[in-house]
């Protein structure tokens, strides 16, 4: 059998010794105390209860992920595809019991069917397909992601209420999310250490082939393995979901990598015959300790990515020092009586250590705050394009003219981490909370908590819906994509063939611009559109799929993408027709359109003034701080932008 832990042999007559011991057998647990130690000294914010329940709370998604995928890594497997199914349980939840009609009983039970499906999937291709289990369950990641989006026509779908109370607190203060983040841990642990499945999984990480021999049926008990964390991800899924009050298709992206991350930061191999439920809960704290400290301290979103890799690197590295300083192995899954009251023993003087190294430090952040700048909090949806680049810029460069601390996030299109995000800043004592939403029904519950914590928040570019926002500062993307339609149209003389490419696919920004072009395209009957194809507002995916679509349509007129990116994609897809045989569209205004429009290439941009809106949000959101009047709504002018009036456009 492979080994849980190992023991250190040498030095026990030294105190240093034993010290060295501690840290190399629990190193999981010693980068935790560590990490809140520091975060605890650089930020008054941080040891709140508030915030400490938001820890909570952000690492319980991933910590459920996290508990099902540590079962396939004990037993040497890998599970890409949990992120995705856990979004595709949520989508048929909320599809069966709203679109349907479903109870809402029947409607959970076959969203967990729907991951235990998914599972034994993965686990007929790894056991009786021999497939790699990286392989197996890539495919099933693109599987179940495309299953959400085809079953929620790619719209995020409202959360039955029954439901959504699993993201609610119990008594006003007990979020269910952590709640649940223990019990399926509890779950977890009895299955490693006191079932025959779970001492199984021990045998097959560590010698699947000695398993064989001594008569375990490893086919059959792969199928059971893969089927727990299937099982483990629509409840995940559900909790996530929940908390967003609705089911969204894109969710949960790249939650698979925190997964695994998590398992290994807690002590599992990846060589499989190693792992526990505790250390896993400690790596889903890690990682959210982390991200919710660097975003008290305002590190931007890009080197928390860095510093998330560094501290995974590190990881590893300890447990391979902790392997090659020990030298006598325990028995996996089962440790014996002595060895759980040490194991005891050491958590209750590390929560010691921990809470008077951080009582102490609290006394630091005591001080006086008069005379401090005010503190605005920015969620931007993505700083993967240049049009909410933009945005930042023009909000950066208004608070530096007012003097504010302004803090950006990036959530990197992805509702779940803005609303994390927007939570943080709620337990981090902003006078004021700016908003650029995923997603605006997503957006809703957290900006829910500002408001009950008597905190503005201004929203831009995009609505909160369910929330109350002070100010909504935004340009209105149903006129601009009526105004597209007409540019175009009348650039065509009323026909031709076009096609349009669509944004990332339940973004709200999409939906409107595309409803908006195809409200100002009913006027142009002689306009026929013959393809529509999501290229998720990416450059290089306009490219690809403006290629593909040449293919089958390559005699089209004029081609309308609902941004900019997108829009220069298909300009250099198109070649030497782009502005002379085909009229491409775009929308933003970005430099790199305007310099396109200049150029003949792009024929018109639908331009918003991003850097308007960040500036107006900004002052919009001082003046609620301060208890200043302001408008509910201000709109940003919008306008087509063509070879004509460009030179004047300042953009």
């Known amino acids: 059998m492979a080994t849980d832990t190992l023991k250190s042999t040498g030095g026990k007559g030294s105190a240093s010794g034993g010290l060295r011991r501690l840290l190399l057998d629990n190193g999981a647990l010693t980068a935790l105390i560590v990490l809140v130690i520091a975060m605890s000294a650089l930020s008054g914010d941080f040891l709140t209860a508030d915030n400490l329940l938001n820890i909570g709370v952000q690492a319980a998604v991933v910590a459920i992920l996290a508990f099902g995928v540590t079962f396939v890594i004990v037993s040497a497997g890998i599970d890409l595809s949990v992120g995705s199914v856990a979004a595709l349980s949520a989508t048929v939840l909320a599809w069966s019991a709203t679109s349907e009609g479903v109870p809402v009983v029947l409607a959970v039970l076959l969203a967990i069917a729907t991951g235990i499906a998914c599972g034994l999937v993965n686990g007929i291709l790894v056991s009786y397909g021999k497939l790699p289990s990286f392989i197996a369950t890539l495919a099933m990641l693109s599987v179940a992601r495309g299953l959400s989006l085809v079953i929620s026509q790619g719209s995020p779908i409202p959360f039955p209420d029954s439901v959504s109370h699993l993201g609610d607190t119990l008594g006003g203060w007990l979020p269910v999310p952590v709640l649940v983040m223990i019990v399926m841990g509890l779950i977890t642990a009895f299955i490693l250490g006191r079932t025959y499945i779970g001492r199984s999984m021990y045998a097959i990480g560590g010698n699947e082939e000695a398993a064989r021999l001594s008569g375990l049926r490893v086919k059959r008990q792969k199928l059971v393995i893969y089927a727990l964390s299937g099982l483990f991800a629509a409840a995940a899924g559900i909790v996530l979901a929940s908390r967003l009050s609705s089911a969204q298709p894109q969710a949960a992206q790249g939650y698979e990598l925190d997964a695994i991350a998590a398992v290994v930061i807690g002590g599992a191999s990846l060589a499989g015959g190693t792992g526990k439920a505790s250390g896993t809960l400690i790596g889903a704290l890690i990682l959210a300790v982390l991200r919710n400290g660097l975003n008290l301290l305002s590190v931007s979103a890009f080197w928390q990515q860095v510093v998330i890799g560094v501290v995974i690197a590190l990881a590893v590295l300890l447990d391979t020092l902790r392997r090659k300083a020990g030298a006598t192995p325990t028995a996996s899954g089962a440790p014996g009586g002595g060895d759980r009251k040490k194991q005891a023993a050491t958590y209750l003087l590390a929560a010691v250590v921990a809470a008077a190294i951080v009582g102490a430090l609290s006394f630091l952040h005591n001080g006086s705050s008069e005379g401090k700048a005010q503190k605005v909090g920015l969620s931007v949806s993505t700083l993967n394009n240049p049009f909410f680049v933009q945005i930042r810029d023009g909000a950066q460069a208004e608070a530096k003219k007012q003097g504010l601390d302004l803090t950006v996030t990036d959530a990197q299109n992805d509702a779940s981490q803005q609303a994390n995000q927007l939570q943080n800043f709620t337990s981090g004592s902003l006078d004021a909370i700016i908003v650029n939403p995923v997603d605006s029904d997503a957006a809703g519950p957290a900006v829910r908590s500002a408001n009950e914590a008597d905190i503005p928040v201004v929203a831009v570019d995009r609505g909160v819906n369910k929330a109350k926002a002070s100010a909504l500062v935004a340009s209105d993307n149903v006129a601009g994509g009526r105004q597209g339609a007409e540019a ?125 809106l960040g500036r107006i949000a900004v002052d919009n959101a001082l003046r609620a701080a301060e208890g200043k009047k302001i408008d509910e709504t201000v709109m940003v002018p919008v306008k087509v932008v063509t070879k004509e009036n460009v030179a004047e456009f300042s953009g």
């Open 488 to 612: 175009l149209a009348e650039k065509l003389g009323g026909k031709g063939t076009i096609v349009i490419l669509q944004g990332q696919a339940g973004t709200s920004a999409s939906r409107e611009r595309g409803s908006g072009f195809a409200e100002g395209l009913k006027k142009y009957p002689g306009i026929k559109v013959v393809a529509k194809q999501p290229a998720d507002f990416d450059r290089t995916k306009g490219l690809d799929v403006m290629t593909n679509l040449l293919q089958a349509h390559p005699d089209i007129d004029g081609v309308f993408a609902e941004n900019d990116e997108m829009a220069l994609g298909a300009i250099k897809a198109l070649g030497s027709k782009a502005g002379k045989s085909v009229q491409v569209v775009g929308f933003d205004g970005t430099p790199d359109g305007l310099k396109a429009v200049e150029q003949g290439t792009l024929y018109a941009s639908v331009a918003q003034q991003p850097r308007e």
